[in-house]
């Protein structure tokens, strides 16, 4: 994370020299921050700690986090923005544990709930699941992104039941929230619950046309529903992107897949000649699904097809 980034902040601080401020905790909040991040060799932990020391010695959490907030929003910088960026640095890194602390501590004294989903957010990328569920579970007004996480982690953990009625709730209360209904069609998927599934991802395609992780999971389902109405809609979803994803090797098997079942010979001929084959056999999971194809080819009307396949991905000798 660099600090030049927020120059808006920069040249409020460089430009804002009086006296009368320099008491201010305010003032010396972002002054010291600036010191960190220009001197410190571990910035994160050590503006955790900042944080921690500014919240910690006001009287009134909240007020002061709002007006740091305002002083940002002065200087055109997010707030919420900016400490997310330091929340995210800090992923797989020795300061994560310390720094979850900190914003734990932040969302108990303010109860903001952007900082509670920040506060999850990190829980469920450093994998402690268990705490991003506990953290969600602080919030008693309804916030579609703490909900939306609470039913993701509910996911991970196996719980799904509990993850589709969370989820089920986000949909209902915040119809746009994409992730909630992304999040449903995979629990609904992992529940072997395929219309529900479906309508999830078909809601999802809605709100996100362009969205080719939706597009390559709509394919997916469709493959395994064996629902030729389900190949179809997905095959037309995913043929627009194929032009952007010719290095992805799932969105190039699922599509070749998916031409194959429904008996699509031009896209399944251009998917095979147009894909960049050197960048997919990099990729592991082309491994475990390319035998399938190529018996799936076989084994139909399209010989010519699975022996063009088979060359494009044989070693040259």
């Known amino acids: 994370m660099d600090i030049k980034n927020y120059d808006g902040l920069i040249n409020w601080l460089e430009n804002s020299y009086n006296p009368d401020i320099h008491d201010d905790p305010v003032f010396l909040f972002v002054a010291n921050s600036y010191q960190i991040f220009t001197r410190s060799k571990n910035i994160a932990a050590d503006w955790g700690n900042l944080f921690f020391e500014f919240l910690d010695d006001s009287d009134s959490a909240v007020d002061?986090?709002?007006?740091?907030?305002?002083?940002?929003?002065?200087?055109?910088?997010?707030?919420?923005?900016?400490?997310?960026?330091?929340?995210e640095s800090t992923i797989g890194k020795p300061a994560a544990h310390s720094f979850q602390k900190t914003l734990k501590s932040a969302a108990d004294k303010t109860n903001i709930a952007s900082l509670r989903f920040l506060t999850a957010w990190h829980c469920i990328n450093e994998g402690n699941l268990e705490s991003c569920v506990q953290e969600c579970e602080k919030i008693e007004q309804f916030y579609a992104p703490i909900f939306t996480i609470k039913g993701q982690a509910q996911l991970e953990l196996g719980f799904v039941t509990a993850a589709i009625e969370t989820l089920e709730?986000?949909?209902?209360?915040?119809?746009?929230?994409?992730?909630a209904w992304f999040q449903l069609a995979k629990a609904?998927?992992?529940?072997?619950?395929?219309?529900?599934?479906?309508?999830?991802?078909?809601?999802?395609?809605k709100l996100a046309p362009q969205s080719e992780e939706v597009a390559l999971f709509m394919g997916m389902v469709a493959v395994e529903s064996n629902n030729d109405f389900y190949q179809r809609e997905a095959l037309k979803v995913?043929?627009?992107?194929?032009?952007?994803?010719?290095?992805?090797?799932?969105?190039?098997?699922?599509?070749?897949?998916?031409?194959?079942?429904?008996?699509e010979y031009t896209i399944l001929q251009n998917t095979i000649q147009t894909a960049q084959w050197t960048a997919i056999l990099e990729d592991p999971a082309f491994y475990k699904k390319i035998g399938g194809i190529l018996k799936l080819l076989a084994s139909g009307d399209y010989q010519q097809e699975a022996a063009s396949l088979l060359m494009k991905v044989s070693p040259p000798n």
């Open 188 to 205: 609904s998927h992992i529940n072997r619950d395929q219309e529900k599934s479906w309508k999830a991802l078909n809601h999802c395609h």
């Open 64 to 87: 002061s986090f709002l007006e740091l907030q305002e002083l940002f929003n002065y200087t055109r910088t997010d707030l919420l923005g900016f400490i997310g960026d330091i929340t």
């Open 238 to 263: 995913m043929e627009p992107h194929s032009k952007f994803s010719t290095n992805n090797s799932m969105y190039v098997l699922t599509l070749i897949e998916l031409s194959a079942l429904v008996s």
């Open 169 to 179: 709730y986000v949909c209902q209360q915040s119809p746009n929230e994409i992730l």
